[in-house]
């Protein structure tokens, strides 16, 4: 099984930023197409609102604002350094973890063919859904990330684990990322 995690520390700079390139953009676009077709639309009512329309305001409201913003937080740059881990939102640094605060990295469920995965979670104490920070192998140049990231995670032997089938196993190395359309599924 091959693992990522072997290129030279010569070819690596202190602090590199990997981007979601035109992913986070057209995330952005199409937040700002739906926040508009969703005001359209609470405006138009808002004209002929009755006590009973309440509830509707009040249950589409905060989905359209989640629908808006999950995209553009989900989809931040990675940036990594040897202190740790982080995100930054159109440059403004965000949600940074040392490397000694991570605890584990989740992987995605394991593909059959290649025994590649989608997502790693470095997570942060036990906090399975938002602790630490999670990278999806659909950012651009994901090949050095995925090794930088190894390469820290061998220093400080941080436990790796993935999803086979429907058991967690451990590994003992960072999985290569999933690549090309099946990134996406």
Same mark, same amino acid.
């Given at each position: 099984?091959?693992?990522?995690?072997?290129?030279?520390?010569?070819?690596?700079?202190?602090? /590199?930023?990997?981007?979601?390139?035109?992913?986070? #953009?057209? $995330?952005?676009?199409?937040?700002?197409?739906?926040?508009?077709?969703?005001? *359209?639309?609470?405006?138009?009512?808002?004209?002929?609102?009755?006590? @009973?329309?309440?509830? *509707?305001?009040?249950? @589409?409201?905060?989905?359209? &604002?989640?629908?808006?913003?999950?995209?553009?937080?989900?989809?931040?740059?990675?940036? %990594?350094?040897?202190?740790?881990?982080?995100?930054?939102?159109?440059?403004?640094?965000? @949600?940074? %973890?040392? #490397?000694?605060? &991570?605890?584990?990295?989740?992987?995605?469920?394991?593909?059959?063919?290649?025994?590649?995965?989608?997502? *790693?979670?470095?997570?942060?104490?036990? +906090? $399975?859904?938002?602790?630490?920070?999670?990278?999806?192998?659909?950012?651009?140049?994901?090949?050095?990330?995925?090794?930088? &990231?190894?390469?820290?995670?061998?220093? +400080?032997?941080?436990?790796?684990? /993935? #999803?086979?089938?429907?058991?967690?196993? %451990?590994?003992?190395?960072?999985?290569?990322?999933?690549?090309?359309? $099946?990134? #996406?599924?």
């Amino acid at each position: 099984m091959e693992f990522f995690g072997s290129t030279p520390p010569s070819s690596i700079s202190e602090t /590199a930023t990997f981007r979601y390139g035109k992913l986070l #953009w057209l $995330a952005s676009v199409l937040s700002v197409a739906l926040l508009a077709m969703a005001a *359209y639309a609470f405006f138009k009512a808002a004209m002929v609102f009755t006590s @009973g329309d309440l509830i *509707y305001f009040l249950v @589409g409201i905060p989905f359209v &604002i989640a629908s808006v913003t999950f995209p553009m937080f989900a989809y931040q740059d990675v940036v %990594v350094s040897s202190e740790g881990i982080g995100r930054s939102f159109f440059g403004v640094p965000n @949600g940074f %973890v040392s #490397w000694d605060q &991570i605890t584990s990295v989740r992987c995605g469920v394991l593909s059959a063919g290649d025994r590649s995965v989608s997502s *790693y979670h470095l997570r942060v104490g036990t +906090r $399975a859904l938002f602790g630490g920070v999670r990278v999806m192998t659909m950012i651009d140049d994901v090949d050095t990330l995925v090794a930088r &990231i190894g390469r820290e995670v061998l220093k +400080r032997t941080i436990p790796v684990t /993935a #999803w086979d089938v429907n058991t967690v196993v %451990v590994l003992d190395r960072l999985p290569p990322p999933t690549k090309g359309r $099946a990134a #996406w599924y």
